[in-house]
């Protein structure tokens, strides 16, 4: 048996939760013992029965217990069986923990980029502690494969490169589902206008759910060179987002402006800049993509592309 401890109930963590209930019959093995978000947290009893999770939202709410990650992570590590915390939080300080709960014994699985592209020491710890990175013994364990690629096997495929020696040349692609979006709309090969203004495409995409709150906070990369930079990290290499070549395409002036709302009723006057950029791609018989590079020789960085 697993015994599961879930920090935050967001978006990600919610469906987490609902997706165990879901298949509880087929994994029975996986036990959740521990559920905390930002004003409460309930922990199961000493013998560790699992938590109900039909109603575990009013479960939470009504607990009165105040989250207090050291009691959930003593909680947790005094487990009789082998215990995981699923982090879905996007917090830098709760990633700050992790050299803590994995001294601890507890293994970790989390799609927080922050531990992973944040302070390099703190990635360089997480791993020496870890023993799917290190080598040294069986547990604890950490996973993050969610933090790139959506889950799909991209960063274990990687490792799998290192460890078997091969040379990673470089690592591009298009990283962001959300940029994909935008220029897969906006910028294609077809002849003919586009399907809207970038500013139009941009509503539409807000509208649909697939940008931030903030569109500011996909347009100005940062998502993106955290993914670049756990996969240079992967791979070997030293990279740091303090000194990551990254491409903001949020208009400069735009990039100070109080809000979201006030963002996306000025981004129009923008469109003609978009356009030219198009139009130059055009004529070369290109599109535009928001490409993310890992280059060993030196070169590493996220930019819009043709």
């Known amino acids: 048996m697993v015994n599961v401890g879930i920090v ?6 919610s469906e987490l939760i609902a997706q165990l209930h879901a298949t509880r019959s087929n994994a029975k093995r996986l036990k959740v013992v521990a559920i905390a978000d930002i004003d409460n947290m309930n922990l199961s009893d000493t013998d560790y029965t699992p938590l109900h999770l039909t109603n ?5 709410a009504s607990s009165g217990v105040k989250p207090d990650l050291d ?7 005094s487990s009789p069986e082998h215990a995981v915390i699923v982090d879905c939080t996007a917090s830098q ?23 992973f592209s944040g302070p390099l020491p703190l990635f360089k710890e997480i791993h020496k502690l870890s023993a799917n990175y290190s080598g ?5 364990l950490t996973y993050h494969e969610s933090t790139v690629g959506a889950g799909l096997p991209v960063l274990s495929t990687l490792i799998d490169f290192v460890k078997t020696g091969d040379e990673i040349i470089t690592i591009e692609g298009i990283f962001s589902g959300t940029l994909s979006y935008l220029f897969n709309n906006y910028s294609t090969a077809a002849e003919g206008p586009s399907k809207g203004t970038f500013s139009e495409i941009v509503k539409v995409a807000k509208d649909l759910g697939y940008t931030e709150p903030d569109p500011r906070d996909d347009l100005n990369g940062m998502d993106v060179a955290r993914k670049v930079t ?8 030293d990279l740091d987002l303090s000194t990551l070549a990254v491409e903001n395409i949020v208009p400069e002036s735009l990039r100070t402006v109080a809000s979201a709302d006030e963002f996306m009723a000025q981004l129009p006057n923008f469109d003609d800049h978009f356009a030219k950029l198009n139009e130059e791609a055009k004529s070369e018989g290109k599109v535009l993509r928001y490409v993310g590079v890992v280059d060993p020789k030196g070169n590493s960085g996220v930019k819009l592309m043709k």
């Open 230 to 237: 756990i996969c240079g990290r992967l791979a070997g290499l």
């Open 8 to 13: 935050g109930c967001g978006f990600v963590g």
């Open 71 to 77: 009691v959930l992570v003593k909680y947790m590590s």
């Open 136 to 140: 040294n013994g069986r547990t604890p």
């Open 93 to 115: 300080a709760i990633a700050n923990m992790y050299p803590t709960w994995l001294n601890a014994g507890l293994s970790i699985v989390t799609p927080n980029k922050k531990a």
């Open 56 to 60: 575990w939202q009013s479960n939470l």
